[in-house]
């Protein structure tokens, strides 16, 4: 499994589309362990360019702050999930809360 969180400044951005970087972790679901970890600079900012960006970088899920609705729709389409309202943590802290059944949402930081 291959999780992608977009990065700025080292933790979560809040804005999907705009982040400077993505964090792909690779994690072992059965053992909960992570496998893997690398950083990519994210492409210039495009309109549907990212569902299938990630897709090809073997992405499943993606811990975000804030996504658009379209945008989600077109990650759900790509069979990629999606949860949003994540904080402002390192890539690491966000998988070990997710892989421990501990990560904390809220509310979409982004609403369009």
Known sequence: M???????????????????????VDVDPVTKEITASTEVEAPEHQPGLLPPWLKERGVNLIIAGGMGSRANSLFQAASIEVLTGALAETAAILVRQYLDGKLVTG??????
Do not use: T
Request: negative net charge.
């Open 107 to 112: 509310e979409n930081a982004c609403d369009h």
């Open 2 to 24: 291959r999780i992608a969180i977009p990065m700025a400044d080292g933790r979560l951005a809040q804005h999907f589309g705009h982040c400077e970087k993505f964090a792909l």
